[in-house]
């Protein structure tokens, strides 16, 4: 058990109070405007002394996400950056909105310092959005990695990968501890392997939360922040009227609607390669990254796609650029149209881009992390576009006659790339945070943020 550092709490809000306060003032300003929608509702779950706990939310709340990987089941410095500035936003948002003040007083700190070690208890609610189709080893980091290329699941969706065959690669424990990971790390996730239930995301989302529930003690920071899965958890449970399944079949309605989608992505239709969901393989293949993809159209009708899946690289990690990992992966296959534009899952299942899923996820705000250095600034341009048609109505008209959404354009905030955490020892941001053997390391280094424009992030 980690001792508590009661200070730790007081330095670091201390400094994004100095460093960040346009941020706090933009979240109170979007807190303003904020209007309850009453049909809203989500779904999320933490993990509590090794129990599963579930919890519903509601259209009252001002709903702030961030993330952490399936692709690596030691949660790393960068993730836990990342949390602790949602934390941070929450608290402070939530303080300042309730005294209607921009201002810190003489007692502000220790009662905002008060409320980082409890659970939310104002409009503000953090959360984690956890994607499960991306793949088990996408960034070369992940300590099962031999066994999880010898096991077939390489290019596998994490959702369904299971651990009976998965087992600590001593090759990269031996290159890689203090590094990428930390023997006691490596003993954790072992342990959790041992008594799992056969379900990687199980196995990684109970080890992270174990290391948050200590790292919460040591920061004096609540940092068990309840978390989604999306997408592929999602779509298995609706039914085909579902809003992930409408999402997907009203994409593939029509040529107009591809190349509404394609525009918002940076895509020309020229080269029709571009897979708007990736349809999974029956050998349980479901990379992204490994899918290659042709569509073909009988006039302005999708008449089907192509899908082929081959042996692809991934990503390295920041230790060792030449060590990347891989998708091992050899099929072809055709689906039909109508298949996607009447879409269901259970019987053509699917991994969605993430600009199409992230419409059904109630987010009032997000945090990226490290935009124009670590981060994908194409992506967050795609993710912007495709909010703003809905918005202008010119696409998923249904989202809001249907389901009774009101899509909008999050506020975006960015973890400064200069000041992202990272082992002091090797500047490595994929760290696992116990390589770092003092963690007020990272405390020094502050949590500061940035809010990204919507005008710059959109595509013309």
């Known amino acids: 058990m980690i001792l508590l550092s009661s200070n730790l709490s007081r330095i670091i809000l201390e400094g994004f109070l100095e460093t960040s306060m346009g941020v706090i003032e933009k979240i109170i300003g979007e807190l303003d405007k904020f209007e309850i929608e009453k049909g809203r509702k989500i779904r999320l779950f933490y993990i509590k002394n090794n129990k599963v706990r579930k919890t519903e939310l509601h259209g009252e709340h001002f709903f702030l996400r961030s993330s952490v990987e399936y692709s690596n089941p030691q949660l790393t410095v960068e993730e836990v950056q990342g949390i602790i500035a949602a934390k941070l936003i929450e608290v402070c948002g939530n303080y ?257 881009q993430f600009i199409l899923y992230s419409l059904s996820v109630f987010e009032d705000a997000v945090i990226w992390h490290g935009i124009g250095a670590f981060g994908a600034s194409q992506l967050v341009k795609s993710y912007t576009s495709t909010r703003l048609a809905c918005v202008q109505n010119r696409m998923f008209n249904g989202l809001k006659e249907k389901y009774g959404i009101q899509v909008k354009v999050p506020l975006q905030l960015n973890l400064i790339p200069k000041n992202i955490w990272v082992n002091p020892v090797h500047d490595n941001i994929d760290a696992s945070i116990y390589c770092v053997e003092n963690l007020e390391d990272l405390v020094k280094m502050g949590v500061k943020l940035e809010c990204l424009s919507t005008k710059e992030y959109t595509r013309e």
Do not use: W
């Open 96 to 352: 300042f909105d309730y005294y209607g003040s921009k201002k810190v007083m003489k007692g502000d700190v220790k009662e905002m310092c008060e409320l980082l070690r409890k659970p939310p208890s104002g409009k503000i609610v953090s959360f984690l959005l956890n994607t499960d189709d991306v793949e088990p080893d996408r960034y070369s980091m992940n300590p099962l990695k031999e066994s999880i290329v010898k096991s077939g699941q390489s290019a596998f969706p994490s959702a369904s990968v299971k651990t009976d065959e998965l087992k600590i690669d001593q090759k990269f424990m031996q290159k890689y501890e203090g590094s990428l990971i930390s023997k006691s790390e490596a003993e954790l996730i072992d342990r959790h392997l041992k008594t799992g239930n056969n379900n990687y995301m199980d196995m990684v989302d109970a080890v992270k939360y174990e290391q948050l529930e200590n790292l919460s003690e040591f920061f004096g920071i609540d940092l068990a922040l309840p978390s989604l899965r999306m997408p592929l958890s999602i779509l298995e449970k609706e039914t085909s009227d579902g809003l992930l399944h409408y999402i997907i079949g009203e994409s593939h309605k029509d040529y107009k609607s591809i190349e509404g989608v394609y525009r918002c992505m940076g895509r020309s239709l020229k080269k029709r390669t571009t897979l708007l969901t990736v349809p999974h393989s029956k050998k349980g293949y479901g990379s992204k990254r490994s899918a290659r993809g042709k569509l073909y159209f009988d006039g302005t009708k999708l008449k089907r796609i192509r899908v082929t899946y081959r042996t692809t690289s991934l990503y390295p990690n920041a230790i060792d650029p030449d060590d990347i990992s891989v998708a091992k992966a050899d099929d072809q296959f055709n689906v039909e149209g109508d298949k996607l534009s009447h879409y269901n899952f259970e019987e053509n299942p699917s991994s969605p």
